[in-house]
Structures are given as C-alpha cells and as structure tokens.
C-alpha cells in the first residue's frame, strides 16, 4: 500500500467567477422570462420579430439549462494532488478524471514559485503555453513548478507551499 507524504485538493474559489457565473445565468433568464411574459401576459409582441412563446420557452429553457451545466461544471473541478516516494499525482475531476503519474526519475528540478496566472497562463483551470508549459491552476498564485527531463515544464498550483516542498524533497531524497 502506497503512503503519501502529501495530499491536497484545491476548488475554484475565485469569488469573481462565480458573480460571472450568475450574472451570465440571470442575462439569460431575465430576457427569456420577460419575453414570455411580454408575449402571454402583456399580449405584446417582444422585439422586431418576435418567436413564438413556445419557441421562447424551448429557447429559454435550453439556455438557462446549459447555463446551469456549466455552473455545475464549475462548482465541481477539483485539483487533487498526492505526492509519495513513487512519484506526483495529480487530477482534475470531472474534465480530467484519470490521475496521471511522474515517477521521480522523469524531474529533472522542481521549485515552489508565485506566479500570475493570468499573465502567464491566461487563466486559471487547465493550462498550455509555449513558453511556460503546461499548468493545473485551481486558485492563488504558488505552484510546484516542475522541470522535467524531457525538456517540459509543469506548474501544479498549492495552497501549502511548506507541506508540498517537504514532500517533493523527501520523494526526490529518500
């Protein structure tokens, strides 16, 4: 059985996304409900050419529902992270469920660093640039950024800097 020197798992708590969140949910549910109300209560046509209220409900229910998908979506992702003797895992369920696996003879170094997610990343989630690598950036702005033999980089975003560094030091030294 496998013992962990350090497990994390990280939500996306930006409290700015989630205002994004909701107002994209409630820009469309407002116009879709007040078009149907414009259409069968008011019994005025809504906009230039209007859509039938069937068509405004199919419409709206649809929008509201893939908006709410993707608020789900969001509410779920995880950035878990374990660390062992045998190597780094790492996942981020429900977009990356399989836990991918670097084994300590694959790191060339490794660092904990601060780094600005959205100048160097754009973002935060699941990230690729050229000349920064590959990032798993759940919040904050302190990673592992490891430097592997094969000449890429991989930045793993933490919130226990300290506990993280003691780990990949004891996997990397046994």
Same mark, same amino acid.
């Given at each position: ?57 199919? $419409? /709206?229910?649809?929008?509201? *529902?893939?908006? &709410?998908?993707?608020?789900? @979506? ?67 702005? $302190? /990673?592992?950024?490891?430097? *592997?033999?094969? &000449?890429?980089?991989?930045? @793993? ?18």
């Amino acid at each position: 059985m496998e013992i962990f020197l350090f497990k994390e798992e990280q939500r996306h708590n930006q409290w700015w996304l989630w205002v994004i969140l909701i107002i994209s949910l409630l820009a469309v549910l407002i116009p879709f409900s007040y078009g149907i109300y414009s259409q069968e209560v008011l019994d005025k046509p809504f906009g230039d050419n209007p859509m039938s209220t069937e068509g405004l409900i199919v $419409t /709206g229910i649809f929008s509201v *529902l893939l908006m &709410g998908f993707i608020v789900f @979506i969001v509410a779920r992702l995880r950035l878990k992270t374990k660390i062992s003797n045998e190597g780094i895992y790492y996942c981020y369920p429900p977009l990356f469920k399989k836990w991918k696996k670097l084994c300590p003879d694959e790191i060339e170094s490794s660092e904990i660093r601060t780094f600005n997610a959205i100048r160097e990343y754009g973002g935060y989630g699941m990230k690729r640039r050229r000349k920064y690598g590959q990032a798993f950036i759940a919040s904050g702005n $302190t /990673g592992l950024q490891l430097y *592997l033999k094969n &000449g890429k980089k991989l930045l @793993i975003g933490t919130q226990r800097k300290q506990a993280i560094d003691a780990a990949i030091k004891k996997m990397m030294n046994p």
